[in-house]
Protein backbone atom coordinates (compact mmCIF):
# COMPACT_ATOMS: atom_id res chain seq x y z
CA UNK A 1 0.00 0.00 0.00
CA UNK A 2 1.23 3.58 -1.40
CA UNK A 3 1.73 6.29 2.02
CA UNK A 4 0.29 8.93 -0.49
CA UNK A 5 0.11 11.75 2.37
CA UNK A 6 3.20 10.76 3.35
CA UNK A 7 4.73 11.28 0.03
CA UNK A 8 3.18 14.02 -1.02
CA UNK A 9 4.50 16.10 2.47
CA UNK A 10 8.01 14.64 1.64
CA UNK A 11 8.08 15.64 -2.15
CA UNK A 12 6.77 19.01 -0.92
CA UNK A 13 9.64 19.30 1.80
CA UNK A 14 12.82 17.87 -0.10
CA UNK A 15 11.73 19.37 -3.84
CA UNK A 16 11.12 22.37 -5.16
CA UNK A 17 7.70 20.63 -7.30
CA UNK A 18 4.72 23.01 -7.69
CA UNK A 19 1.36 20.90 -6.05
CA UNK A 20 0.13 19.71 -9.43
CA UNK A 21 3.59 17.82 -10.03
CA UNK A 22 3.91 16.40 -6.41
CA UNK A 23 0.03 15.05 -7.86
CA UNK A 24 1.20 13.57 -11.10
CA UNK A 25 3.92 11.79 -9.15
CA UNK A 26 1.76 10.69 -6.65
CA UNK A 27 -0.84 8.96 -9.52
CA UNK A 28 2.54 7.56 -11.18
CA UNK A 29 3.48 5.63 -8.20
CA UNK A 30 0.20 4.59 -7.64
CA UNK A 31 -0.33 3.80 -11.45
CA UNK A 32 3.25 1.69 -10.99
CA UNK A 33 1.51 -0.47 -7.44
CA UNK A 34 -1.39 -1.10 -9.70
CA UNK A 35 0.19 -3.02 -12.42
CA UNK A 36 2.81 -4.45 -9.74
CA UNK A 37 2.63 -3.99 -6.27
CA UNK A 38 5.37 -1.71 -4.89
CA UNK A 39 8.28 -3.42 -2.78
CA UNK A 40 11.39 -2.17 -1.93
CA UNK A 41 13.16 -5.12 -3.67
CA UNK A 42 16.40 -3.38 -5.66
CA UNK A 43 15.12 -5.45 -8.96
CA UNK A 44 11.46 -4.10 -8.12
CA UNK A 45 11.71 -1.79 -11.77
CA UNK A 46 13.18 -4.22 -13.53
CA UNK A 47 10.17 -6.76 -13.08
CA UNK A 48 7.62 -3.53 -13.26
CA UNK A 49 9.66 -2.81 -17.11
CA UNK A 50 8.48 -6.60 -17.97
CA UNK A 51 4.86 -6.58 -17.06
CA UNK A 52 2.86 -6.59 -20.02
CA UNK A 53 0.64 -3.36 -19.00
CA UNK A 54 3.79 -1.39 -18.59
CA UNK A 55 4.95 -2.45 -21.77
CA UNK A 56 2.18 -0.94 -23.61
CA UNK A 57 2.00 2.54 -22.05
CA UNK A 58 3.57 4.98 -24.35
CA UNK A 59 7.62 6.15 -23.80
CA UNK A 60 6.61 9.09 -21.93
CA UNK A 61 4.44 7.54 -19.37
CA UNK A 62 7.11 5.27 -18.68
CA UNK A 63 9.98 7.32 -18.11
CA UNK A 64 7.13 9.42 -15.33
CA UNK A 65 6.57 6.06 -13.76
CA UNK A 66 10.39 5.92 -13.66
CA UNK A 67 11.08 8.58 -11.93
CA UNK A 68 8.21 8.19 -9.35
CA UNK A 69 9.75 4.73 -8.58
CA UNK A 70 12.98 5.85 -7.78
CA UNK A 71 11.48 8.56 -5.89
CA UNK A 72 9.36 6.31 -3.71
CA UNK A 73 12.19 4.86 -3.02
CA UNK A 74 14.20 7.06 -2.09
CA UNK A 75 11.66 8.33 0.05
CA UNK A 76 10.66 4.68 1.61
CA UNK A 77 14.49 4.49 2.49
CA UNK A 78 15.00 7.69 4.15
CA UNK A 79 16.24 7.13 7.49
Known amino acids: MIQEKEFRVWLTENYTYSPAVV ?25 LEHEESYKVLSVSVRSQIKKAVKLYQAYMKKG
Open 23 to 47: GDIVSRIKRANRILEFNLDDAYQFY
